[in-house]
């Protein structure tokens, strides 16, 4: 079988009557939820680091020595459960032309007026971007981090080389958790989004309003399919 | 009654004999780690310094049996790999170290052993203190002497990275940090530190730092008398002076002693940190996190019933082609 344009082989349509549209297999939302623990838990005890204002949140893990040798352990975890949901969404987050004048009209999403705006496959520019960003800021975390793991790699690299890792971690753990409110702002501002990594579909409206090139391609597909 | 011990001054004196209270108090702190409010004391104790003057060393690290003896540590038996330093390094069991470099002088062309011995210099402006995320970890008293409180302290090695001396070494054993306390807890109690106790040709002197400026300046003086022209106080600036301080031969290359820094200041990659970053970084996560539950409560983008039909309509038509 030709692999799809616009979706993945799974998606399919759960039910034509109301239309419910399958987004993410179980699988799926397990891993997608193991790493936003993963990065709520890195964010709460790394924001509790970065500034004495926070460090209270420290007693949420039951004291500043058990938060600072849990946070790389977590951090180990986030980047391979992160790594899996890269191997499963990197392909149909590649750019496309329509992606172009998705931002160009950025207003218009805002203004919730996406009837002015080119079809979309299964991710939007935004979401796109949400992707790429975490990807790129999960690999210098990561890197920067195990620099910066006193416990097991103090001995291996050199003090000036520690301090800009240091300023590097901290940096892109702002830049991380930026996209992170975003990408949670967006689930919950763009109505119906949510029930796709809780029950794991969507609703036709929403695939029609939001993402109508997967609609057409998972309909089409299963019509065909049908068909046979 | 006991009585309160006096602010020591020498650390050549024997000790008193009879029970004393502590003279260097909680509330003596005049900065801690992660404390941005700490309210200011109301008493302000003499400075104190520890001068070594690296001319009078003979390297026979009496000071660092004294240092093992009175902090109770034990450093690992180590092997000889054929260097006078033993251990190899400072570590959270040896808290100050004698380091041995070998320089062939140009100028006279002749071989001189340049011994220093290495440990916290209690910065003035300490670079560890301000690298620190555990409140309290780091404190610094009025008198000069910055220390460690082990139970505040998480272990994360901050403080490594903003050390301008790479003094603080972390614990496997309670992962907690280590360095010289210039014998804090004999201070308080009217002490000079150890390792100034022991020394026997007095290198390591101990008193206010007004004092050990005086003294170190007649020492440079008789160097300089001596043939030594370079021969000058090491209390470097770009940490605000410290309450270690070397008296050096060669004043003008202080890294011919195992690497003493020419010119140590705390790190501006650990200033920027720990600055506008963490300003700048807080309030645009603030920022973000308040737009956006505003932007979440006043607007919302929603799906329209008619878009619900035109999808079922477009399901359907495919599932009958």
């Known amino acids: 079988m030709r692999r799809p344009l616009y979706s ?28 936003a623990i993963s990065l709520i838990v890195l964010a709460l005890s790394g924001l509790a680091f970065f500034s ?24 180990v975890l986030l980047f391979f459960s992160f790594l899996l949901l890269f191997v499963q969404m990197w392909r149909l987050n590649l750019p496309k032309p329509e992606d172009t004048t998705w931002v160009a009209n950025i207003g218009d999403v805002v ?19 949400i992707f790429w960003a975490m990807t ?34 901290s940096l892109s753990a702002v830049a991380i958790i930026l996209v992170f409110i975003l990408h949670v702002f967006a689930a919950f501002w763009v109505r119906g989004t949510l029930r796709a990594m809780t029950q794991g579909d969507v609703t036709g409206g929403w695939a029609w309003r939001h993402h109508r090139k997967w609609l057409r391609e998972v309909a089409g597909r299963e019509g065909r399919d049908a068909a046979e | 009654m006991t009585e309160t011990a006096p602010q020591p001054t020498t650390a050549a004196a024997n000790p008193p004999v009879q029970p004393m209270e502590s003279n260097l108090l ?28 690296v001319s009078k060393c003979i390297g026979c690290k009496a000071c ?14 180590g092997e000889n790999t054929g260097v006078y330093e033993n251990p190899h390094d400072l570590t959270p069991d040896m808290f100050t170290l004698m380091r041995f470099s070998e320089w062939d002088n140009p100028a006279t062309n002749e071989l001189e052993w340049l011994i220093r011995k290495d440990g916290c210099m209690h910065c003035e402006d300490p670079g560890c203190l301000k690298a620190c995320p555990a409140p309290g970890a780091i404190v610094q008293y009025s008198n000069g002497i910055v220390d460690f409180i082990h139970e505040n302290c998480i ?54 730092k007004e ?24 209390d470097p600036q770009g940490v605000g002076g410290t309450h270690v301080f070397y008296v050096l031969h060669h004043a003008d290359k202080p890294s011919l002693y195992s690497d003493l820094p020419d010119n140590p200041r705390i790190s501006p990659i650990v200033e920027g940190w720990k600055g506008v970053t963490k300003t700048a970084g807080m309030a645009v996560m603030g920022v973000a996190a308040a737009g956006a539950v505003l932007m979440g409560l006043f607007s919302r983008n929603k799906v329209e019933p008619e878009e619900e039909i035109a999808a079922e309509r477009l399901v359907r038509d495919r599932e009958e082609l």
């Open chain 1, 136 to 169: 790129i800021l999960i690999v210098v975390l990561i890197v920067s981090g195990i620099m910066m793991w006193e416990q097991y790699f103090a001995e291996f690299v050199p003090i000036p080389v520690r301090r800009v890792a240091t300023l590097i971690h």
């Open chain 2, 26 to 53: 909680p509330s003596d702190v005049v900065r801690a780690s992660a404390t941005p409010d700490l309210p200011q004391p109301t008493r302000q104790l003499t400075k104190i310094a520890k001068l070594i003057d």
């Open chain 1, 52 to 75: 004495p204002y926070l460090y209270f949140l420290t007693w949420l893990f039951g004291g500043g020595q058990i938060a600072r040798w849990l946070h790389p352990f977590v951090g």
């Open chain 2, 211 to 234: 004092d050990m400026v005086a003294h170190a300046n007649d020492r440079v003086e008789d160097l300089k008398s001596r043939g030594y022209e370079n021969a000058g106080i090491y």
């Open chain 1, 8 to 35: 993945e082989r799974g998606d399919h349509i759960e039910s034509a009557d109301p239309v419910r549209v399958s987004r993410y297999r179980g699988l799926t939302r397990l891993n997608h939820w193991v790493t």
């Open chain 2, 155 to 208: 272990g994360c090695g901050y403080c490594v990275t903003g050390c301008p001396f790479d003094i603080p070494r972390i614990s496997k054993v309670d992962n907690t940090s280590y360095k010289c306390t210039l014998c804090s807890d004999r201070v308080a109690v009217g002490q000079g530190p150890a390792c100034a106790k022991a020394c026997p040709t007095k290198a390591i002197v101990f008193g206010t």
């Open chain 1, 111 to 129: 203004t919730g007026h996406e009837e002015r705006l080119p079809e979309l496959g299964k991710y939007n520019a935004g979401q796109k971007f």
């Open chain 2, 64 to 77: 660092q049996a004294a240092c093992v003896e009175w902090n109770d540590t034990n450093p690992a038996i």
